[in-house]
């Protein structure tokens, strides 16, 4: 792998959702201009939250 791709502070995986969360989802991006890694690293935190699920801070 090239050093011009490697990720330092991120973890690339690969997942799939539904159809309808997939298009609200990109129109959410669109709309706020936020990037979607941005936006999945917010709905990841509130899940952990909400399953009570302690998240460590560096």
């Known amino acids: 792998m090239s050093t011009n791709n490697q990720l330092v502070n991120r973890k ?3 997942n799939s959702l539904r ?3 997939a298009i609200e989802f990109d129109k959410l991006h669109n709309k ?13 935190e509130l ?3 909400k399953r009570n699920h302690p ?4």
Not at 55 to 58: A, L, Q, R
Request: negative net charge; charged residues 35%; without cysteine.
């Open 32 to 44: 706020t201009q936020i990037p979607k890694s941005k936006l999945l690293d917010e709905a990841i």
């Open 55 to 58: 998240i460590p801070k560096d």
């Open 19 to 21: 159809n309808d969360l």
């Open 12 to 14: 690339r995986f690969s």
């Open 47 to 49: 899940l952990l939250e």
